[in-house]
């Protein structure tokens, strides 16, 4: 459920409720212009520490103080407020595609029914919680896809409404108690008090509080619920194991609208898969299905309006809102990369900064402690901030328009085959040659045939779903040709965009769960170094750097 005209509305909301932004506007820098890819070709940078620090008071001061170079993700209103008259940093703001949803574990009651699900669709006031915490920095989300998504639907949705949500109930057959507590349909006893899952307050402040007054919401309407705080890698550890009541989460999105699938589709509710909330509607994978295999744009349009429809009709998670990005850099640094969808932490900049006085160290806030710097098992943005600098993919996406770009591929090639009356898709990439890995070893056309069966042959969850379909792979010279049983638009973005890892040390992992620290080898423009736990994860300048070699 994505709505076109709720993103009109939200804007016009914005800038009509929160005058304040008017004030501040021009402490953000506007995005910078188009530079041509082939000027991002090594880092200036030699040390990069990525700094531990989960307070968020904590963060601001290291930054106020010299001691933190970029701090991303910047959400409470003061601290904007307070950094857009500061001389020391440059403010730059984006849209990207974050949303932040509120989701229920559906594998058991009460969040079994519907209704109910839709009755606290609609209690959430979305409005007032953006309002009240972002100053008007976000938007209110009432779809399934972030408001700057192409593939958005246009529904009107009414404002939340207490009475009209219990009215639902009561037709379903929800009574309550003499305190109000909710009883389900059939029961005599009232629901058990349950938990909502939140990373801790010094660590999300704003997420934290945003799940009290979802509880809030919630027990205004009969349910005995409260927040339950706790170290972000150990919620995403219980929300992996399925052991949890709800819970909060915000995602970073992709242009493409193909996590719908994986969010909803019955196939990806397993151990460790993202349909976190168990969702399982026959009608619902159908139209998932019938948006992962789509031909083209067009078939495309139709079966992402018809799977939002359906996810307003289930409400497996209610969505909250969708903010920009916000980030802050020393202006000691100069020749970020910056555009209306990506601010300063982007791998451009990475190959671009450079400090004003020549200073070869760069600190950049990691605000949560990796969960593991696994590139096959790690899942949270604070483990990809790191790993995403190591590794690469095929593909790039231009920071400027979205497109695709070559990157470990120099070109590529979509085919439609199939000699039994069935079509189905080939992709054909022609691999770059002289790259290396960080360990002097060759990069090859082997190498990502090896990844794509790994990840396969071991139905790595992360992965699987963009592997799954991969019929056959055949490697001549430095080209590589994955035909797969079907024919989707999607394949070209779920090959190109999987992170390449080494043959010769995949050959050697008996648990793809676990890798030595020794073993984390890619090709990306920084190498891993070590890592403190509470501290730092240092990384240092890749010296064997492809790009270095470029015209």
């Not at 003061?78 to 403010?91: A, E, H, M, T, Y």
């Not at 969040?111 to 006031?125: A, G, Y």
């Not at 919680?129 to 920095?137: A, E, K, L, N, T």
Request: glycine fraction near 6%; proline fraction near 6%.
């Amino acid at each position: 459920m994505t709505f076109g005209k709720n993103k009109i509305q939200g804007k016009a909301y914005f800038f009509c409720s929160f005058m304040i932004v008017l004030v501040v506007v021009a402490l953000f820098l506007p995005p910078a212009s188009a530079v041509p890819l082939k000027e991002f070709n090594i880092p200036h940078i030699e040390d990069l520490y990525c700094l531990i620090i989960k307070d968020s008071d904590a963060q601001l001061l290291a930054l106020e103080g010299g001691q933190v170079d970029l701090l991303g993700d910047i959400a409470r209103f003061s601290d904007i407020k307070r950094l857009g008259g500061s001389d020391k940093v440059n403010l730059y703001l984006a849209e990207g595609f974050h949303a932040f949803y509120l989701g229920f574990n559906l594998r058991k009651p009460p969040w079994d029914r519907v209704e109910l699900r839709q009755s606290i669709w609609e209690i959430v006031n979305r409005k007032q919680i953006v309002r009240d915490i972002f100053g008007g920095y976000a938007l209110p989300l009432f779809s399934f896809l972030p408001p700057a998504s192409p593939y958005l639907l246009e529904l009107s949705i009414p404002d939340s409404n207490l009475e009209r949500a219990k009215e639902r109930l009561k037709r379903s057959g929800w009574r309550w108690n003499e305190r109000g507590i909710l009883i389900y349909p059939g029961q005599t006893k009232p629901l058990s008090k349950m938990k909502l899952m939140t990373p801790m307050a010094q660590v999300a402040p704003t997420t934290a509080e945003i799940a009290e007054r979802i509880c809030e919401s919630m027990r205004s309407l009969g349910i005995p619920i409260e927040t339950e705080p706790m170290d972000f890698s150990m919620m995403i550890a219980r929300l992996d194991q399925h052991k949890f009541d709800a819970y909060v989460i915000a995602w970073g999105l992709s242009r493409d609208p193909d996590n719908l699938y994986a969010f909803y589709h019955s196939s990806m509710d397993i151990i460790g898969g993202y349909n976190i909330s168990g969702i399982k509607a026959p009608d619902l994978d159908e139209a998932l299905e019938d948006l992962k295999y789509a031909k083209d744009e067009k078939e495309a349009y139709i079966a992402a309006e018809k799977a939002q429809r359906l996810l307003y009709k289930y409400v497996p998670q209610v969505p909250v809102y969708s903010r920009y990005y916000i980030t802050a850099l020393q202006k000691e640094w100069e020749k970020a990369v910056t555009s209306k969808y990506i601010t300063p932490d982007n791998i451009y900049s990475f190959l671009s900064l450079e400090h004003k006085e020549d200073r070869k160290s760069f600190y950049w806030c990691l605000p949560e402690e990796p969960r593991n710097l696994n590139p096959l098992s790690a899942t949270s943005a604070y483990d990809w901030q790191v790993l995403s600098l190591v590794y690469e993919s095929l593909l790039g996406t231009d920071p400027f328009t979205l497109k695709d770009v070559p990157w470990l591929a120099k070109s590529w090639k979509i085919e439609a085959v199939g000699d039994d009356g069935k079509e189905r898709t080939r992709l054909s990439f022609i691999i770059r040659e002289g790259i290396q890995w960080q360990d002097g070893e060759p990069f090859t056309a082997d190498d990502v045939k090896a990844t794509i069966e790994f990840i396969r042959e071991h139905s790595i969850p992360r992965y699987f779903d963009s592997v799954k379909d991969v019929d056959d792979i055949t490697v001549t010279g430095n080209v590589v040709a994955i035909t797969f049983l079907e024919r989707s638009f999607w394949y070209l973005h779920q090959i190109g965009g999987l992170p390449m890892l080494p043959a010769h040390v995949l050959s050697g992992i008996n648990d793809w769960r676990t890798l030595p620290e020794e073993q984390i080898i890619g090709t990306g423009p920084f190498a891993f170094s070590s890592y403190k736990p509470g501290e730092y994860v240092k990384l240092h300048k890749n010296e064997l750097y492809w790009r270095r070699a470029l015209p």
